[in-house]
């Protein structure tokens, strides 16, 4: 069953504003990923968090997880127009397998130059 | 450093016709290997993964089956497509169980 889903589906914000996106999963996982799919093109992986891990961060991103609530957020800083894209969380099938990931219908960032 | 390859990009096949997709990668031993199907403006649903040669687990039953006949080739096939195979088809592959790195992706049109 499919364990992320992305909270809003859509966001549109402006060039320098911060755009964050929310992640709820259902099961225990010893690791979230978030991935970016610009249109029509195959997804890149932007940074994975591991359960035991609260905060991590690659240059504009920074990343959240809350085991107790079963939730992780993606911030992106200073947000650039090349920023537009649909923006994944995923976590392993059975909380750490080598047996794929399940991703949520993500959410589509729009950012106005 | 590693790369991922798929083809074809684009595929327009009629309802019953055979399907095979190929996905290679280069510059790493024994990948894991896996087959995403994304529908318009979904996210990815798993279809087949592969821990090593001649090994295949499947998540969903359906009307596709996959292969993979070398360490770092992975194929999906049909014997006879359908209307609901149309989709965005994804290759990734992975070491162990971190990030998964995804090839550029097959459009079928089944028309």
């Known amino acids: 069953s499919q364990q992320g889903e992305e909270d809003p589906q859509a966001l549109s914000i402006q060039e320098g504003e911060n755009a964050t996106m929310n992640c709820s999963y259902k099961?225990?996982?010893?690791?979230l990923q978030w991935y970016r799919q610009n249109s029509g093109r195959g997804l890149v992986h932007l940074i994975l968090i591991r359960s035991n891990e609260r905060e991590k961060h690659s240059g504009r991103l920074r990343v959240t997880l809350d085991t107790s609530k079963k939730s992780s957020s993606l911030l992106i800083t200073a947000s650039r127009a090349a920023d537009t894209a649909s923006y994944f969380c995923a976590a392993p099938y059975s909380g750490g397998g080598a047996d794929g990931l399940t991703f949520g219908k993500g959410t589509h960032l729009i950012i106005q130059p | 450093s590693q790369t991922i390859h798929q083809w074809p990009a684009t595929l327009v096949q009629p309802v019953g016709s055979p399907l095979s997709l190929e996905c290679t990668v280069e510059g790493t031993s024994n990948p894991n290997l896996y087959w995403y199907r994304q529908a318009a403006g979904r996210g990815l649903q798993l279809l087949f993964y592969s821990v090593g040669i001649g090994q295949i687990s499947s998540e969903v039953p359906q009307n596709l089956s996959a292969s993979r006949p070398q360490d770092r080739q992975f194929i999906l096939s049909s014997k006879k497509l359908l209307l609901s195979d149309s989709g965005f088809y994804l290759c990734?592959?992975?070491?162990?169980?971190?990030?998964?790195?995804f090839g550029p992706g097959t459009r079928l049109t089944v028309t």
């Open positions: 099961t225990s996982i010893n690791n």
């Open positions: 990734a592959w992975s070491v162990g169980t971190r990030e998964q790195y």
